[in-house]
């Protein structure tokens, strides 16, 4: 399995680029990076650490990280779902950290 500081740097680095940011409370970052690789070693794919897998890549390509749904929570909460991603002014603290409600729909959750 990839060491979890070794992910952190490669996606820090791919992710900053796009304006995408860890979120600045770093145990945070690592518990969610370290679920990610159990996830890639149990399925063979990093779906999102806070939301279920079914095991078929078909079935969950919308919640391989980054989902299909981060940049539309990051734009409009500052932060994915998880607050693993988000943005600039999110960690800066220049806007309120607010839920991020569930954008996934129900019926992908049923396997």
């Given at each position: 399995m990839m060491d979890v500081q070794k992910l952190y740097h490669i996606l820090k680095e791919i992710q900053e680029k796009n304006g995408y940011f860890f979120n600045r409370k770093r145990e945070t970052v690592f518990e969610l990076l370290k679920a990610l690789l159990i996830n890639k070693d149990r399925y063979g794919y990093m779906g999102c650490p806070c939301r279920l897998a079914s095991g078929d890549k078909e079935k969950d390509k919308d919640i391989i990280c980054p989902c299909v749904y981060r940049e539309p929570d990051v734009r409009e909460y500052?932060?994915?779902?998880?607050?693993?991603?988000?943005?600039?002014?999110?960690?800066?603290?220049?806007?309120?950290?607010?839920?991020?409600?569930?954008?996934?729909?129900?019926?992908?959750f049923g396997f």
């Open positions: 500052g932060s994915c779902f998880c607050n693993l991603y988000v943005s600039k002014e999110w960690n800066e603290g220049k806007i309120e950290h607010r839920y991020v409600p569930e954008r996934r729909p129900p019926e992908k």
